[in-house]
């Protein structure tokens, strides 16, 4: 990590433990402000100064995307959950086309993706209601991004893409199985802390 990279992250991390203060203390412009601003922090560190790597492009129009859909999902409204939803399924695909241009991944990875996949759809299935396509599209985009990330020769890649799928399953968890207050704070520091590491590839 380059030394301009470390005060962003720090921020990221502060900025997060305040929103989910804000969170469990029921203060929502608080919450909206820490959320955004954290959100923006790391597409700050995708655009600090240095020569562009191969990944560029694509990382840093996933970050953007992810800054929307963190910003639509502050809201409880199923139209603006639907919104968050679209943009990160935009950010997922953006990705995956970044990490398809240069990297090799191993087809048998395929295998304990589909599992992944199949394993969260059956746990999904039944709760989604109206909601099963979406979660089928956004599944899908998920399950190719993490795979083609695991060749990318960029262990903060790798790791980002895993992070990045392991907080989806607590959004997932708030939204269809068990709402509360637990789920964000296991999903969004997953969440951020991949975020970042996506961000720290881009150069």
């Not at 005060?7 to 305040?18: E, N």
């Not at 639509?72 to 995956?96: N, T």
């Not at 060749?151 to 992070?163: K, M, S």
Request: hydrophobic share 60%; aromatic share 8%.
């Amino acid at each position: 990590m380059s030394l301009a990279a470390w005060p962003l992250t720090v921020a990221v991390a502060l900025l997060v433990a305040a929103h989910l203060a804000a969170d469990a203390l029921g203060h929502p412009t608080w919450r909206g402000l820490t959320k955004v601003a954290a959100s923006l922090a790391f597409v700050a560190i995708g655009l600090l100064p240095g020569p562009p790597g191969p990944l560029a492009g694509g990382l840093l129009t996933g970050l953007a995307l992810s800054v929307l859909g963190d910003a639509a999902l502050l809201s409880a409204r199923r139209g603006w959950f639907l919104a968050g939803l679209a943009a990160f399924l935009l950010a997922h695909l953006s990705y995956a086309a970044a990490f398809a241009a240069v990297g090799r991944p191993d087809p048998w990875l395929l295998l304990p993706v589909a599992a992944l996949l199949l394993g969260t759809l059956r746990w999904l299935w039944p709760r989604a209601g109206a909601m099963r396509g979406p979660v089928v599209a956004y599944c899908l985009a998920i399950g190719t991004m993490l795979w083609l990330s695991q060749g990318v020769d960029r262990v903060e890649v790798r790791l980002g893409a895993i992070l990045f799928a392991a907080s989806d399953l607590a959004v997932a968890r708030d939204q269809f199985v068990r709402p509360g207050l637990a789920n964000r704070a296991v999903g969004l520091p997953l969440y951020y802390a991949a975020q970042v590491l996506l961000a720290l590839a881009v150069r």
